[in-house]
């Protein structure tokens, strides 16, 4: 039995005897308060301006369980389920999770920043970029899958570097956990892990491949996302078919190298990219040899993604650990008493530059507010779409107007008759409008909705035939003759602050075709 010299004793009486000030003043504790920070802006800004589109796109994903769905994988309609099921769908109560998501990878990229070998301030810096950072506190705000891909992915970086520093092989499992859960929520951690396991090949941590832990975490991811791809594959894999379309229609805005790499600044925050190449120069110098695997990791993803011509956001994710990186770089290369106020100052100028970007990506402002400060800063929201933009950017005009499209067809269907009504099929020619229709139409005495855009088309139509449609979204009235007997215009969906390019006639239309029938030729992936 080993028995402790007196200097070990006493040292071990000392850290139970820590005072008060200490204990309240620790690293963990400063990176906790950052994280409350995030927190109070949820309580600020949850409930501001309205649903965000994708937001009633996965509500009524969630009241179709399923293993897969044609635009995601299937975690985030199964946390839909259970919020419906449990504290409800208020904003406030459909935001919980995405806050608490950013809060806790906050929290995590201070615990990371300690583990690659960071002091106090390298903690705080890493806790400050990751809450402070634009498109972090953006996805912390809307649920949507966005919002827990960070966490997930600086929780993989964090295992990973305590493997580089225990050996503990063991570990490789909750990293197989931790992959096979991302992948139920998103699939770009695909292209993040091909860029890893490169990593880890070009590095020390190549001793890995020998033992068996990480092949068993293979295993394991492979077996947690099995039921997604074979869902996928028996439905004719429909993700690969959305991305051939919206590649084919020009939807999304490429962007050459060096636009892409801008874009990554200013979606991050120019202050924070600092902590990028800090973080660059630390992985490819001595003091960050063995956590190398990372630095590589990160820049095969971009490699990967810029070759792929994805969306800028993608990278999002990877950033907290970047950040954590970056700060032991920084913490590392100003220990001399000379550059001791380096970091309080970097951590005040990402502070500064992101309470500036904050209204343009957080509803803390009334709306008229907002656009006399977004004219006065002469600063945009960044587009990832082609889209004509009306008064607000995509992301806050896509809050707005749904509750009036319900409002708008509830008011028409009650003036039909009951047996009408029962003929009476509402479709949408998207997600967006036919999601409004199910969240807000009980309200106003609708029935659920049918649509042909992304899983709706999957839902089929509900067992309508379809006598009479009311048809949002389509906007084509040589559509209307093609396919009706006689239709009348009933209203619009031209809310002045939703977007424009989806302001249409809401039609009512007497079926020409049986729609069972008609069914199979009407989908609309893009």
């Known amino acids: 039995m080993h028995s402790s010299t007196p200097s070990e004793a006493l040292s071990r009486s000392r850290n139970l005897a820590l005072p008060s000030a200490t204990r309240w003043t620790s690293g963990t504790a400063i990176v906790l308060y950052v994280a409350l920070v995030r927190i109070v802006l949820y309580a600020i800004a949850g409930p501001n301006y309205g649903y965000f589109r994708d937001e009633l796109y996965y509500l009524a994903c969630g009241e179709h369980p399923a293993w897969g769905y044609v635009d995601q994988p299937p975690l985030i309609a199964w946390v839909a389920w259970l919020l419906q099921h449990t504290i409800g769908t208020s904003l406030y109560a459909l935001r919980l999770l995405p806050a608490l998501a950013h809060a806790a990878s906050i929290v995590l990229a201070g615990l990371l920043a300690r583990e690659l070998g960071g002091r106090r301030w390298a903690m705080f810096l890493a806790a400050v970029a990751t809450l402070f950072c634009p ?17 997930l992915w600086t929780a993989i970086a964090y295992l990973v570097v305590r493997i580089a520093n225990t050996g503990n092989q063991r570990l490789w499992l909750g990293i197989g956990a931790l992959v096979g859960i991302t992948l139920l929520n998103k699939y770009g951690i695909a292209f993040w892990i091909i860029g890893l396991i490169a990593g880890i090949v070009l590095t020390p941590l190549r001793d ?16 947690l996302a ?31 190298p060096p636009a892409f790499l801008k874009a990554q600044a200013e979606m991050i925050g120019y202050a924070t990219g600092i902590l990028v190449i800090a973080a660059l120069v630390f992985f490819f110098t001595r003091p960050g040899r063995k956590f190398r695997a990372l630095g590589w990791a990160y820049l095969l993803f971009v490699a990967i993604m810029m070759a792929l011509h994805g969306k ?21 290369a100003t220990q001399r008493r000379a550059w001791v106020c380096t970091k309080p100052v970097l951590a005040l100028v990402i502070a500064a530059i992101s309470g500036i970007y904050a209204p343009l990506i957080l509803p803390i402002l009334p709306v008229d507010t907002f656009l006399a400060y977004e004219h006065k800063m002469g600063i945009q929201q960044q587009k990832f779409e082609h889209n004509t933009e009306g008064k607000l950017p995509q992301i806050y005009a896509d809050m707005f107007g749904w509750e009036q499209i319900a ?6 269907y009650k003036t039909l ?11 949408g020619d998207n997600y967006g409008d036919s999601s409004a229709i199910d969240f807000f139409g009980p309200k106003y005495g609708l029935p659920k909705s049918i649509g042909i855009h992304q899983s709706y088309w999957l839902w089929g139509p509900r067992g309508y035939t379809g006598e009479n449609l009311i048809v949002l979204g389509e906007g084509d009235e040589d559509r209307m003759r093609e ?44």
């Open 483 to 526: 396919l009706c007997y006689s239709y009348s215009v009933i209203g619009h969906t031209d809310y002045p602050l939703s977007r424009p390019d989806e302001w249409n006639p809401i039609y009512y239309c007497h079926l020409k075709p049986n729609l069972q029938e008609l069914w199979p030729n009407i989908k609309h992936w893009d």
């Open 208 to 223: 890995s491949l020998r033992q068996r832990w990480f092949w068993l975490a293979c295993a394991l991811a492979t077996v």
């Open 226 to 256: 099995l039921p997604n791809f074979l869902w996928q594959r028996n439905h004719h894999f429909p993700f690969l078919e959305l991305m051939h379309n919206i590649r084919e229609n020009g939807r999304d805005i490429v962007l050459a």
């Open 312 to 332: 800028m956001y993608y990278l999002a994710p990877v950033y907290p650990m970047m950040f954590a990186s970056g700060a032991v770089g920084i913490d590392l």
């Open 407 to 412: 409002q708008t067809v509830g008011a028409f």
């Open 417 to 427: 008759s009951p047996e009408d009504q029962k003929k009476t099929a509402i479709i």
């Open 135 to 151: 498109v972090g506190l953006a996805f912390g705000h809307l649920f949507t899958m966005n919002a827990f891909d960070p966490l």
